[in-house]
């Protein structure tokens, strides 16, 4: 009997030291609704796989917190296995030497072939990847509640002066107009559609990729934040602090007519059983129909002296970017495939829409890096102007003053 017990024992031992060996330690900031399902996708992916899934989940939109937590851990010699990390800031972990390559993994699965150029070239450094890519998510887009703007005797804006004019007939019928988060990464998210909607990519590139001095200094840049000005008086008084996803749920339930965010919108609007075209709609953000305001979700891999370990994320990143992965995991999480060449039938209008304007803007020069979401610019420049736009947008600084705070800010950053 004592003797079973203990074999019993032994085994139980040997099996659990076998999971954890092949155990990842994932830091994420998927906690929505749409999110949790997504992220969840992955687990059973690599559960499936014999990887075992240990969840390190950092609330907080936009992963500002999950990136001081992912500091601090890592700074204390005990970072995770994988982290989500993306654009510069793959770079800047690189190069402090955190990051293990996965590149036999990228070659033995063809991923300089399976990835546009604009992906793949982020996941690399110094010629090795370091990260595997989930998704694109296309952040320039107005989530529009139809029966609101039919009730308002309004009509979905294509401009941002068309939009103030809608706006205000959405106030007068009783509405709130514009669904918002007030937390700095949301503000640069309206910052961010209005700069690609007034000024144009060309504008965008040069101001806020290039960090061009003329292009900061100019007349459009003073006319983006007479716009942007124009918009503290569309949203509801309980805005501060607000989560995205609960801006979004105000869109869904009829609250607020409008919100400008990213299409991890739409994985909320997919977990509460809503249609694309029927219960709600699905545009480009005013002015920007021709281009793409992109942003990667990517995990970066962190250096592990163990072999299982290293094993470990081998397999993750080999499930990342199989095709069961990017079709499920990009269907709940509102985002299109990174990978290229998948079957479009199962994703919806919105999704397609995402997927040709990606294809179509590269053609034309509108596909552009997302400031606000970490792919354009470093992360003190980033800093820079999520200060500068959430101080304008809580304040009741001119048009002008917000030109000079921005120019001020960005220099300083540099
Ligand atoms: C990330 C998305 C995430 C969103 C809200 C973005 O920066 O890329 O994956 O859903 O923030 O947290």
Request: proline content about 3%.
């Amino acid at each position: 009997m004592i003797k079973r017990t203990l074999a019993a024992c032994v085994a139980a031992a040997t099996l659990s030291t076998a999971a954890q060996a092949a155990d990842v330690e994932v830091l994420h900031y998927w906690t929505s609704g749409g999110e949790a399902k997504s992220v969840a996708y992955l687990k059973e992916k690599l559960t499936e796989a014999g990887v075992g899934w240990k969840d390190f989940a950092v609330a907080g939109g936009g992963g500002e917190n999950a990136m001081t937590v992912l500091k601090s851990r890592a700074v204390s010699g005990n970072p995770p296995t994988a982290a989500q990390i993306k654009g510069p800031s793959i770079q800047e972990w690189g190069e402090l030497g955190f990051l293990s390559d996965i590149d036999s993994v990228a070659k033995a699965n063809n991923w300089d072939a399976l990835l546009p150029g604009v992906v793949s070239d982020v996941m690399k450094h110094d010629g090795k990847y370091v990260a595997a890519p989930v998704n694109v998510h296309r952040v320039n887009w107005l989530w529009a509640n139809p029966e609101i703007f039919q009730k308002a005797g309004a009509t979905i804006p294509t401009t941002w002066d068309d939009f103030l004019v809608q706006a205000k007939k959405i106030q007068d019928a009783g509405y709130i107009a514009l669904a918002h988060g007030g937390q700095a990464w949301q503000d640069a998210t309206v910052f961010e559609a209005v700069v690609l909607g007034v000024g144009g990519p060309e504008y965008y590139q040069k101001a806020f990729v290039e960090l061009d001095a003329d292009a900061l200094n100019s007349a459009t840049t003073e006319e983006v934040f007479r716009v942007f000005g124009e918009i503290r008086g569309l949203i509801d008084e309980n805005s501060p602090g607000r989560d995205w996803n609960v801006a979004t749920s105000m869109v869904i339930n009829g609250e607020a007519a409008m919100q400008i965010m990213g299409d991890w919108a739409k994985g909320e609007f997919t977990v509460a059983g809503k249609t694309p075209g029927v219960d709600y709609a699905c545009v480009a953000a005013p002015g920007t129909s021709g281009s793409f305001t992109f942003n990667v979700d990517s995990f970066a891999f962190f250096a592990q002296s163990d072999a299982d370990a290293q094993k470990a994320q081998q397999e993750m990143a080999k499930q990342i970017l199989g095709q069961d992965f990017q079709k499920v995991f990009n269907l709940n999480k509102g985002s299109i495939p990174a990978r290229l060449g998948m079957a479009r039938d199962e994703f919806d209008s919105c999704a397609h829409a995402s997927m040709d304007a990606f294809v179509s803007s590269a053609q034309t020069g509108g596909l552009v890096p997302s400031f606000a979401h970490g792919m354009a610019v470093p992360e003190a420049v980033s800093g820079a102007i999520y200060d500068t736009a959430t101080n304008f947008f809580n304040s009741d600084q001119s048009a002008a003053e917000g030109k000079a705070q921005l120019i001020a800010s960005i220099q300083a950053a540099m």
